[in-house]
């Protein structure tokens, strides 16, 4: 029987492990820091920056409040039948020596979400001014997770722009 060289112990929330790769203790990385690798095609996203603008709708004693917000999140707590957040959350990036915007966008509707993607200079982001965020208002995902796979699925819809035809896996992070 061969013993492995490392002990590794995973508890929720933490990874603990003596002798590990650092591969096994990085789970999640800053959106803004993610390389996305389509495996069919080899072919690199890399994330530079990310923007969001997103929503919450809440019903005030029967009247509709909507709550919009590009850095910080508003708090909800005490509110009642709040819903959200609705919106965009953009993702500025390299693909090969091209600038590319990947937009993941949620609705209030089915199917919920989709990602499109958008070359530099197309009339979809020409001119948006987006407040990038920095530091921890940069949200943090999953590693590999099928969820945050820029990919065509028939609850989101076909990727169209630069990145459509591929499945850009979160693989890594820079």
């Avoid at 819903?83 to 693909?95: A, S």
Wanted: net charge positive; with cysteine; aromatic share 10%.
């Amino acid at each position: 029987m061969k013993i492995s060289r490392f002990i590794c112990s995973i508890v929720p929330g933490l990874i603990a492990c003596i002798g590990c790769p650092l591969a096994l203790a990085t789970t999640t990385c800053p959106l803004d820091h993610v390389v996305f690798t389509d495996q069919d095609s080899g072919r690199t996203f890399v994330a530079k920056r990310v923007a969001q603008d997103l929503i919450y709708r809440c019903n005030h004693a029967g009247t509709l409040q909507t709550y919009h917000f590009s850095r910080h999140q508003p708090r909800l707590e005490g509110i009642n039948d709040c819903r959200g957040p609705f919106g965009d959350t953009i993702v500025q990036g390299r693909l090969g020596d091209k600038t590319v915007f990947a937009i993941y966008s949620t609705e209030a509707g089915a199917p919920c979400c989709s990602w499109d993607s958008f070359a530099a200079r197309d009339k979809a982001v020409v001119g948006k001014r987006f407040v990038w965020l920095t530091g921890t208002d940069v949200r943090r995902i999953e590693l590999n997770d099928p969820w945050y796979s820029i990919s065509n699925t028939p609850v989101r819809g076909p990727v169209t722009g630069p990145l459509a035809g591929g499945e850009y896996v979160p693989g890594k992070c820079r």
